[in-house]
C-alpha cells in the first residue's frame, strides 16, 4: 500500500502533469495543466475562507488552555462622598458638611485546581476539532483543483470543437462552390446545391452554438483559476491510477479527506460524553486578592488581602445535566453512523468513478477507430462522387458522419481526462503535495504551533504571532 501510495503521487505529478516546471503563464506562453492547478490554488478564495476557519478552531484550543491557567483581573474605583450630617448635644442641634475622596484599588487571581478532568476533556475536544477542520481543509482544496481540472478540459474540448466546426464550414463551403459550378454545367441539379446550402446553414450554426460554448468555457476558467487562460497546450500522459474496482474502493475508506474528518469527529463526540459527564462533578478554585483603599482628605488609608480555597457542585438543577448527558450520547450514536454512511459513500464514490475512467478509456479508442473508418469513407465517397457514381448528398452525409466521429473523439478524450482527476479525488490524492504543485503550500502546523499554548501578546512567541498573521495579510 505505501509503495502504491509514493508510486501514485510521484504518477500524478510527474507523468500526468510534469508539474515541476509548470509555471503561471505569461502573455504568450503556453497554458499548461500545472500552471492552471498552481493558479488555482493560490488564488483562491474558497482556501482563503477554509484557512481563516481553521485558524479560528486553532485559537479553540488556546482559549480552551487559557481556562487552565490563573485568570488575574484588576479594579479601580474613585469616589467622592458628599452631603452633611447632624448632631444633638444637651438639646444643641449642630450640623456639618461631609465631603471627601475615596480611591480604591484592588487586584484579584482566581485559579482552578481540580474540576474532575472537565477542562482538560475540553482542550482534546479542541484538539481533535482542529484535526477534523484540517481535514475539511484538504477536502476543499480537491474541490478547488478538481474543478480547475474540469475548466481546463472543458475550455480545451471547446477550442478544439470550434476549430472542427471553422473547418467544416470552409470545407462544405467548398462542397457548396463545387455544386454550383455542377449545376451550371448540368451535371447535378437545383436540389444538389439546395442540400449544400442547408448543409452549410447548419454548420454556420453549430459553429455560432460552439463559440457560445466557448465564451461560457473561458468564464468558468476565470471562476475556477481567477485568471484569463492562456493558449492551452496538449496534456500528458493519464496519471497513474487504482489498477482495479477493489483497489480504489480500498483507498478511498481509508485515505479520504472525508473519511479522516467522519474519523475525528467521532472522537470528538466521544469526549463530549465524558465531557458532560463530568459536569456532575464539584470544582476546586483558588481565589486571592489584594485591596487598597485611601480617603483623600482625611489621608486615610488601608490594605486588605484575602485568599480562601472554595468548591461548588450542582446538587439539583431539574434534570438539565443528565438530559446533556443523554443528548451527547446521542450525539456521539450520529457521528458513529455518519462515518459509516461516509464510508459508503466513498466506496461508491470510487467505484462510480473507476468505472468511468473505463468507460471513458473505451470510448476513446472506440472514437478512434470510428474517425479512421469515417475518413477512408469519406475520401471514398468524394472521389466515386467526382466520377459520378455518388450524389452530393452522399457526400455531405459522408461528411457528416467524419465531422460527427471527430466530434466524439474531442468529447471523448476531454472527459477521459476529466474522469481521470475525479478519480484521483475520489481516493484522497488530488491535492498540492500529492500532485506536487511548485507553490507554496499552507502549513496548517505552523499557526496551530504559535496559538496552542495560548501565548501572551508580549511574549516572544505572541511577537512572532503577529509577524505570521501580517505575512497572511490577516492582522
Do not use: C
Request: proline content about 3%.
Amino acid at each position: 500500500m505505501k509503495r502504491w501510495w509514493r508510486t501514485a503521487r510521484h504518477s500524478a505529478a510527474v507523468g500526468a502533469l510534469a508539474l515541476a516546471m509548470a509555471i503561471v503563464p505569461r502573455m504568450g506562453a503556453a497554458e499548461t495543466l500545472g500552471s492552471t492547478l498552481t493558479s488555482a490554488y493560490e488564488n483562491s478564495g474558497l482556501l482563503d475562507q477554509n484557512r481563516a476557519l481553521l485558524r479560528a478552531a486553532d485559537e479553540d484550543v488556546a482559549s480552551a488552555i487559557a481556562a487552565l491557567r490563573p485568570v488575574i483581573n484588576w479594579e479601580a474605583n474613585f469616589r467622592r462622598n458628599f452631603g452633611t450630617q447632624g448632631s444633638e448635644i444637651g438639646g444643641v442641634f449642630s450640623e456639618s458638611g461631609i465631603s471627601d475622596t475615596q480611591v480604591d484599588l484592588g487586584v484579584n487571581l482566581q485559579l482552578l485546581l481540580y474540576d474532575f478532568g472537565e477542562s482538560r476533556l475540553r482542550v482534546d475536544i479542541a484538539k481533535e476539532t482542529v484535526l477534523a477542520t484540517r481535514q475539511s481543509l484538504l477536502g476543499v482544496e480537491q474541490d478547488v483543483l478538481l474543478r480547475a481540472v474540469q475548466a481546463y478540459f472543458g475550455l480545451r474540448e471547446a477550442n478544439e470543437t470550434i476549430a472542427l466546426r471553422e473547418n467544416n464550414v470552409r470545407l462544405i463551403s467548398r462542397e457548396l462552390r463545387a455544386a454550383q459550378d455542377r449545376f451550371e454545367v448540368g451535371e447535378v441539379t437545383r436540389t444538389d446545391v439546395s442540400l449544400a446550402e442547408a448543409r452549410l446553414a447548419r454548420a454556420r450554426a453549430n459553429l455560432a452554438v460552439a463559440e457560445g460554448n466557448r465564451t461560457e468555457a473561458i468564464e468558468e476558467f476565470r471562476a475556477a483559476v481567477r485568471r484569463p487562460p492562456g493558449a492551452l497546450s496538449p496534456p500528458n500522459s493519464l496519471p497513474r491510477l487504482p489498477a482495479s474496482l477493489e483497489e480504489a474502493r480500498g483507498l478511498a475508506v481509508r485515505n479520504h479527506p472525508d473519511i479522516k474528518r467522519a474519523q475525528r469527529n467521532v472522537t470528538v463526540a466521544e469526549l463530549g460524553v465524558a465531557l458532560a459527564d463530568a459536569g456532575l462533578y464539584p470544582d476546586i478554585s483558588l481565589t486571592a486578592g489584594l485591596q487598597a483603599r485611601e480617603t483623600v482628605d482625611s489621608e486615610a488609608y488601608g490594605r486588605t488581602g484575602s485568599v480562601s480555597i472554595g468548591a461548588q457542585g450542582p446538587i439539583y438543577q431539574g434534570g438539565r445535566l443528565t438530559s446533556q448527558i443523554r443528548a451527547a450520547m446521542a450525539r456521539r450514536d450520529e457521528s458513529r453512523a455518519v462515518l459509516l454512511q461516509v464510508s459508503d459513500q466513498l466506496a461508491q464514490t470510487a467505484a462510480t468513478a473507476f468505472a468511468r475512467v473505463q468507460s471513458r478509456r473505451a470510448a476513446l479508442e472506440a472514437s478512434q477507430r470510428e474517425v479512421r473508418a469515417a475518413q477512408l469513407a469519406f475520401e471514398g465517397v468524394r472521389e466515386e462522387a467526382t466520377l459520378g457514381a455518388r450524389t452530393t448528398l452522399d457526400v455531405l452525409d459522408a461528411e457528416q458522419d467524419l465531422l460527427d466521429a471527430r466530434a466524439n473523439i474531442i468529447a471523448a478524450n476531454a472527459q477521459l481526462y476529466t474522469a481521470a482527476y475525479q478519480l484521483l479525488a475520489a481516493i484522497g490524492v488530488l491535492t498540492a503535495e500529492d500532485l506536487n504543485l511548485p507553490v507554496k503550500r499552507y502549513d496548517p502546523a505552523q499557526y496551530y504551533n504559535l496559538v496552542k499554548d495560548a501565548p501572551a501578546a508580549v511574549s516572544r512567541q505572541g511577537r512572532e504571532l503577529d509577524r505570521v498573521l501580517r505575512a497572511i495579510g490577516k492582522e
